[in-house]
């Protein structure tokens, strides 16, 4: 089994357990306890976990993804600037991809009577783009409650039979290194599939998204445009070597 099945497997028996023994991992991975302890070694250093003795627990700060009550109340204006600008580059007669997340969700005031069709995987969004009169397709599968994402294999098929002249997507980490990424690894495939069906794809985040990376890569920097409302000066020009970034002034 590949390291990174490993580690998502763990993650998805700490999300679900909350407390996982290395015994037991030896057991149901099929690995080594020098492999199980490696891993463990990884995935706290990336702060996924918090080993202890005879196995590992979550992390309190990882105990839940915040949800998007608590996401909503952070860095509100500077949201709803990149989400003006982000929509100001739709045309009509677009067809659009609006990923969940509640800068996205920003987006739909600014679109409404909109003569566009708007894609989504969030039950929130699409809820919001009715009530906005904007025609809309969700996808199908299963419901995150966290984040009210619709997720799994049945949204990621539906998804790739679509073609988008832009999507806008949330991503919870934008590194240099590691690029794009986020926390739930069925997330980051629907958010990897919907990037690379769009002619253009447009990552929307705060300042405090820099320099973070989360369990999951989505994509390279150079998959997206940043839209953003500052990126801090120390990162500013390698990020901009690598794709189109633009600041938002609030």
């Known amino acids: 089994m590949l390291t ?11 999300e679900r357990d909350g407390l996982v023994k290395s015994q037991d991992l030896i057991q ?35 105990e839940q993804e915040l949800g ?4 909503s109340s952070k860095n509100v204006q500077q949201k709803k600037m990149i989400a003006k600008y982000a929509a100001e580059s739709i045309t009509d007669g677009d067809v659009i991809y609006l990923d969940a ?16 069709t708007v894609v989504t995987n969030s039950v929130g969004v699409a809820a919001r783009l ?4 904007i025609a809309t397709i969700v996808l ?22 679509y073609r988008f002249n832009k999507a806008f997507m949330g991503m919870n980490g934008v590194h240099l290194d590691s690029g794009y990424s986020t926390p739930d690894p069925e997330e980051a495939i629907l958010k990897r599939v919907a990037i690379q069906q769009s002619e253009e794809a447009f990552v929307l985040v705060d300042h ?18 940043i839209l953003t409302d500052t990126c801090p000066l120390v990162i500013h020009d390698q990020i901009t070597e690598q794709t189109t970034l633009k600041e938002v002034s609030v």
């Open 4 to 14: 990174e099945e490993r580690h998502r497997k763990i993650i998805e028996w700490l």
């Open 28 to 62: 149901w991975l099929d690995s080594s306890e020098s492999t199980i302890r490696r891993d463990l070694q990884e995935l706290e250093n990336l702060e996924m976990l918090e080993r202890v003795h005879g196995g590992a627990k979550r992390p309190q700060h990882l």
């Open 68 to 71: 998007m009550i608590e996401k």
């Open 101 to 116: 997340g509640t800068t996205t969700s920003e987006m739909i005031p600014f679109l409404k009577n909109r003569a566009i």
């Open 130 to 133: 009715v009530e906005a009169q």
């Open 140 to 161: 199908g599968g299963r419901i995150k409650l966290s984040t009210d994402a619709v997720v799994g294999s049945q949204a990621l098929e539906q998804l790739k039979q």
């Open 208 to 225: 405090s998204k820099f320099n973070q990376t989360s369990f999951v890569s989505v994509a390279h920097l150079s998959a997206a445009s």
